[in-house]
């Protein structure tokens, strides 16, 4: 099967009060936006689309250097859906399944992309959901079978949510906080932070 990996990079990240924006924020050194993209790519998608949108040219100049795909959406400011709906309108034809991703969720590990992959490979008809410690997380892959589903949301911040709630899942179990971490503030990425920290000082200590 043909798997694309949809990234949703198009918010304005207005919670997120410092002078830089949100994406584009140093993390470990390097741009958030990279730093979520880097497992994606290394977990092996066919295609790999980023949906811009608010500061749509810095967020080109960034990604100019690697195999992704960049499509805007115009409308990012009636919600989040309408992400989700450019995105997978620009993979529609192209790929079987999507993985649907945020793009502040610099913490997921490319095994945990790879295990989803690989639940999806034994429920090819299933939305596939990731779980940590029994909390959802993200991002998700659906099935194409649901793709008009997501083409018809136009406005809001909860279209994943209500396809969810509408077509059911099946749950992975991962041991991965990064699911559950999209940064959305400026301390979710200091606390993010010292939690990776802990977490790499704890497995070099044999904990």
């Avoid at 079978?145 to 911040?157: A, I, N, W």
Wanted: glycine share 8%; charged share 25%.
């Amino acid at each position: 099967m043909k798997t694309a990996a949809v990234i949703q990079a198009a918010g304005k990240g207005s919670r997120f009060h410092s002078d830089q924006y949100k994406l584009l924020t140093p993390v470990d050194g390097v741009p958030m936006i990279i730093r979520t993209l880097e497992p994606v790519l290394a977990a092996g998608f066919d295609e790999v689309v980023v949906v811009t949108g608010a500061h749509a040219e810095e967020m080109q100049q960034v990604l100019v250097d690697y195999p992704v795909k960049i499509t805007e959406n115009k409308n990012w400011k009636l919600g989040q859906s309408t992400s989700l709906s450019t995105g997978v309108r620009a993979v529609q034809n192209s790929s079987d399944r999507a993985c649907l991703m945020l793009g502040d969720q610099p913490y997921i590990k490319t095994e945990t992309l790879r295990e989803l992959l690989a639940e999806s490979d034994r429920y090819p008809e299933e939305i596939i959901v990731p779980f940590y410690q029994q909390r959802r997380g993200n991002p998700i892959i659906v099935p194409s079978v649901f793709y008009d589903e997501l083409l018809s949301l136009t406005t809001g911040d909860e279209g994943g949510k209500r396809l969810l709630q509408k077509a059911g899942y099946h749950e992975l179990s991962v041991d991965d906080q990064g699911i559950l971490r999209d940064i959305d503030t400026v301390e979710e990425l200091h606390s993010a932070y010292m939690d990776k920290q802990t977490a790499e000082t704890d497995a070099e200590a044999g904990k």
